[in-house]
């Protein structure tokens, strides 16, 4: 069984590229999500939520590498 999700936010920090010992590339950065919703009293409250994602796939590491930065979406 796979499980899959699927996260909008914003980029926290800018990638970091590590090489494992087999000199396989690991691309780890921190992502921002938020949800807004209305109290009791009718006031807007949020609250913002960190994810630490590592991925492994070359395709998507080179592509991270090239065009992913801190703020994006």
Known sequence: MINKVT???NVGR???IF???EGREI???ALA?????KDKI???QS??????????RESTIGWI???????DK
């Open 19 to 21: 090489l494992t010992q």
């Open 33 to 37: 999500t938020s949800v807004h919703w």
């Open 47 to 56: 609250a913002t939520d960190w994810h630490r994602i590592t991925v492994l």
């Open 65 to 71: 590498k090239n065009s992913l930065r801190r703020g």
């Open 7 to 9: 996260l909008y936010g």
């Open 42 to 44: 009718g006031e807007w």
């Open 14 to 16: 800018s990638p970091e």
């Open 27 to 29: 691309a780890t950065f």
